[in-house]
């Protein structure tokens, strides 16, 4: 076992960072307990399990497993250490005011996409709990048991090879259809390149992932907000987020992806982080329908 210790230089809410790497309340790659947070990841060295807990001001890692060394090196980086919430600034009532209440939220930045896009696409076009049930249970049928002290039940994800070999009769007992699987597939075939998107600025990151059929510009949002942490990776596309943000800022519920991009222009380069901000407000339409379209790729 290996630790280290991060002093976050300001307020630094743990749970509220890390949040958004939870895919659903079983995910075998997640677990809080008792205010501490465990999760597994597949670094660049290999498994490892991630012991983190917030005390004193202070947050302390401990890792198990080939990718503890890489894990506690980048562990400022995936709290938050990278983000600069000062450069954000409120131009809504609203947005104030839960900028405000939540003065601890950084934006996560796990540097590896392949684990944030596999999840991304089997999200796509379909309710969220199906697609969580279907991260729990190809993830316990394929991931790895996680090294380690971990709470029973944890699982690695699947590394590219494994994905690649998952058969088409599991990924449909999963109740993943063919599409998302053949681009989950597709994008197992390219993962050193996919994964070079991590050091790449925000468009270049967003045109390498788009180069695979099946991911468009909501999925490659939705992947990069994790993997690179990046504070303007808008999600668009989706059924649901527009009228979340208009009717949260003008209270609308009719508006579109361009009403959307017209009211969040003064947030330009901190677009995902103003939608966060927005959303923690609580102040949105509940969800009845599939979460959002299938993304297109214009070229491989």
Not at 218 to 242: I, K
Request: proline share 9%; charged share 25%; with cysteine.
């Amino acid at each position: 076992m290996l630790a280290r210790r991060w002093v976050p230089p300001g307020p630094y809410d743990l749970h509220l960072t890390l949040k958004v790497l939870r895919r659903g309340g079983r995910d075998p790659a997640f677990h809080r307990q008792d205010g501490t947070l465990w999760r597994t990841a597949r670094t660049p060295q290999g498994p490892v399990t991630l012991r983190i807990a917030a005390e004193a001001g202070a947050v302390t890692g401990q890792a198990w497993g080939p990718g503890a060394d890489w894990a506690l090196e980048t562990l400022p980086t995936l709290l938050g250490a990278e983000d600069d919430p000062a450069a954000f600034v409120p131009r809504h009532r609203i947005v104030a005011q839960s900028a405000r209440r939540h003065p601890g939220l950084r934006l996560a930045r796990t540097g590896l996409v392949m684990e944030a896009l596999v999840a991304s696409i089997l999200e796509q076009k379909v309710a969220t709990r199906d697609a969580f049930a279907a991260w729990r249970r190809l993830l316990l049928r394929n991931g790895e048991s996680a090294p380690g002290p971990a709470p029973d039940g944890m699982r690695v994800p699947p590394a590219p090879g494994t994905w690649a070999s998952v058969p088409s009769w599991e990924w449909h007992q999963a109740g993943v259809d063919d599409q998302r699987a053949s681009t989950i597939l597709r994008a197992c075939r390219y993962a050193p390149r996919l994964e070079e998107a991590a050091a790449m600025n925000l468009p270049d990151a967003m045109r390498r992932l788009q180069l695979i059929p099946g991911i468009g510009p909501w999925t490659a949002a939705e992947a990069l907000q994790r993997s690179n942490g990046a504070p303007d990776a808008l999600t668009l596309g989706d059924l649901h987020l527009p009228g979340h943000i208009g009717y949260a800022l003008t209270g609308r519920r009719d508006l579109d992806d361009t009403d959307m991009l017209h009211l969040l222009a003064p947030y330009t380069g901190q677009r995902h982080r103003a939608t966060r901000l927005i959303l923690l407000t609580g102040r949105i339409q509940p969800r009845r329908e599939p979460r959002a379209p299938l993304g297109r790729a214009s070229r491989l």
